[in-house]
């Protein structure tokens, strides 16, 4: 192996701090405007988040957003409150691991322009030669452009990387999809049709898989 890519949300961190922030405020600003209960707005807001469950726009809060015409932005939330994004603290030992033993290492998302955000305020942006986000070729996983977009960046072939994720349908799926070996991390035990070459609960083990 070559190059060792990852998922964002999931996998290198967590924004769940920051959602269960701002959604409380969403269901009350609903609530009043809508002249409904504040479990009425939240069952609706989050109707419309799952019916486009891994659609383009499914992965964009800024969509929803304006879909209900609220007044926020995601990139002003996530600059006013940074240490609601929590990184795993197995993610800055396996990136110091994986540059000193010299893979090249990538970052793969279906989310907008600012996951990267995300990883500057983060601190994890400096361990990535690579970020590749929905917008850079209008497509989301597991469509396998945004795959070898990635791969082309970091100059490698499927057959030399292996892909990081949480998720088996856009992240295991699309990564074996284009000849990439493929690493589900279930951080929480979870049951799951078992397609990935390798099930991990940290990224600790990844010593292992290429130990």
Same mark, same amino acid.
């Given at each position: 192996?070559?190059?060792?890519?990852?998922?964002?949300?999931? =996998?290198?961190?967590? /924004?769940?701090?920051?959602?269960?922030?701002?959604?409380?405020?969403?269901?009350? *600003?609903? +609530?009043?405007?809508?002249?409904?209960?504040? /479990?009425?707005?939240?069952?609706?807001?989050?109707? /419309?988040?799952?019916?486009?469950?891994?659609?383009?726009?499914?992965?964009?809060?800024?969509?929803?957003? $304006?879909? %209900?015409?609220?007044?926020?932005?995601?990139?002003?939330? #996530? $600059?006013?409150?940074?240490?609601?994004?929590?990184? !795993?603290?197995?993610?800055?030992? =396996?990136? *110091?691991?994986?540059?000193?033993?010299? !893979?090249? #290492?990538?970052?793969?998302?279906?989310?907008?322009? !600012?996951?990267?955000?995300?990883?500057?305020?983060?601190?994890?942006?400096?361990?990535? *030669?690579?970020?590749?986000?929905?917008?850079?070729?209008?497509?989301?996983?597991? /469509?396998?452009?945004? %795959?070898?977009?990635?791969? @082309?960046?970091?100059?490698?072939?499927? +057959?030399?990387?292996?892909?990081?994720?949480? +998720?088996? =349908?856009?992240?295991?799926?699309?990564?074996?999809?284009?000849?990439? @070996?493929?690493?589900?991390?279930? $951080?929480?035990?979870?049951?799951? !049709?078992?397609?990935?070459?390798?099930?991990?609960? =940290?990224?600790?083990?990844?010593?292992?898989?290429?130990?």
């Amino acid at each position: 192996m070559k190059a060792v890519l990852f998922d964002i949300d999931g =996998t290198l961190l967590t /924004e769940m701090p920051l959602i269960q922030l701002f959604l409380p405020w969403v269901y009350d *600003e609903l +609530s009043k405007r809508l002249g409904i209960t504040k /479990e009425e707005a939240r069952n609706r807001f989050l109707h /419309e988040i799952m019916v486009r469950r891994d659609t383009y726009d499914w992965h964009d809060w800024n969509f929803f957003f $304006r879909l %209900f015409n609220l007044d926020l932005n995601y990139e002003e939330l #996530l $600059r006013k409150y940074p240490h609601k994004l929590h990184v !795993y603290p197995d993610v800055i030992p =396996t990136l *110091e691991w994986l540059e000193e033993e010299g !893979y090249l #290492l990538g970052v793969v998302t279906s989310g907008p322009e !600012y996951q990267r955000l995300k990883l500057d305020l983060t601190g994890l942006s400096k361990y990535f *030669e690579a970020i590749v986000t929905r917008e850079d070729v209008k497509a989301i996983k597991p /469509e396998p452009k945004i %795959f070898l977009y990635a791969l @082309k960046e970091l100059g490698v072939e499927p +057959s030399d990387a292996l892909y990081v994720g949480d +998720s088996l =349908t856009q992240d295991v799926y699309g990564a074996k999809h284009v000849g990439m @070996k493929a690493v589900w991390i279930n $951080r929480d035990g979870l049951d799951g !049709y078992h397609m990935a070459d390798y099930e991990i609960r =940290t990224l600790h083990e990844l010593r292992k898989i290429l130990g």
